[in-house]
Nanobody, 120 residues
Framework: QVELVESGGGLVQAGGSLRLSCAASGSIFRIVAMGWYRQAPGNQRELVATTNAGGASDYADSVKGRFTISKLNGQNTVYLQMNSLKPEDTAVYYC??????????????WGQGTQVTVSS
């Protein structure tokens, strides 16, 4: 079993910054990818940013140039630096990890979610 612990959400004014972190622990053989998704009230959960084991990253068009995803080498922790925040970034942000628990088995794991609220 893989456990994810998120932190860093909160309330910020438009134009401000927040940094989210997500630490993965447990039965991890190899991490394939780590990422962040978000879900606003009445909306479906959507991809914000992902990074894979090779270091390649992908972003939603709405956050390109404002958000940066990063992962420290050798650590199962992923960060999301969010700058120039807008009210439309308000949502619950979820960490996602795709990981192998052994050479044959893998799964998608989710954090509990952290609220980000951007006031206008």
């Amino acid at each position: 079993q893989v456990e994810l612990v998120e932190s860093g959400g909160g309330l910020v004014q438009a134009g401000g910054s927040l940094r989210l972190s997500c630490a993965a622990s447990g039965s991890i053989f190899r991490i394939v990818a780590m990422g962040w998704y978000r879900q606003a009230p009445g909306n479906q959960r959507e991809l914000v940013a992902t990074t894979n084991a090779g270091g390649a990253s992908d972003y939603a068009d709405s956050v390109k140039g404002r958000f940066t995803i990063s992962k420290l080498n050798g650590q199962n922790t992923v960060y999301l630096q969010m700058n120039s925040l807008k009210p439309e970034d308000t949502a619950v942000y979820y960490c996602n990890v795709r990981a192998h628990s052994d050479p044959r088995s893998w799964g998608d794991y989710w954090g509990q979610g952290t609220q980000v609220t951007v006031s206008s």
